[in-house]
């Protein structure tokens, strides 16, 4: 069974950090991309970053260019998502997500198995 665990969220004020953890297990893929989204109360999820087990290329969205990095430690099974320079906008629910297959996408309707979530706020 494939799952996903994410941690790491909490409360933060504007301009600092938070390192989010997604510990992943139950699955071999040969290739798979690992997806973070978020979704603030009201809002429709969206994608904010990916990385992929081929090659670990990276993708961000532009809102969190230069302030967020992913990364992966594949002996810990682990990728991370450093997020520096936190704003009030950054505030939601941040999930991780298993894309099977080769390649990257940032669209979650392509994403297979989800994490239940971890809460990040940031106050002004």
């Known amino acids: 069974e494939v799952q996903l665990v994410e941690s790491g969220g909490g409360l933060v004020q504007a301009g600092g950090s938070l390192r989010l953890s997604c510990a992943a297990s139950?699955?071999?893929?040969?290739?798979?991309?690992i997806g973070w989204f978020r979704q603030a109360p009201g809002k429709e999820r969206e994608g904010v970053s990916c990385?992929?087990?081929?090659?670990?290329?990276?993708y961000y969205v532009d809102s969190v260019k230069g302030r967020f990095t992913i990364s992966s430690d594949n002996a810990k099974n682990t990728v991370y998502l450093q997020m520096n320079s936190l704003k009030p906008e950054d505030t939601a629910v941040y999930y991780c997500?298993?894309?099977?297959?080769?390649?990257?996408?940032?669209?979650?309707?392509?994403?297979?198995?989800w994490g239940q979530g971890t809460q990040v706020t940031v106050s002004s």
């Open positions: 997500a298993v894309r099977v297959g080769w390649g990257m996408s940032i669209d979650l309707e392509e994403y297979d198995y």
């Open positions: 139950g699955f071999t893929f040969d290739d798979y991309a």
């Open positions: 990385i992929s087990s081929s090659d670990g290329s990276t």
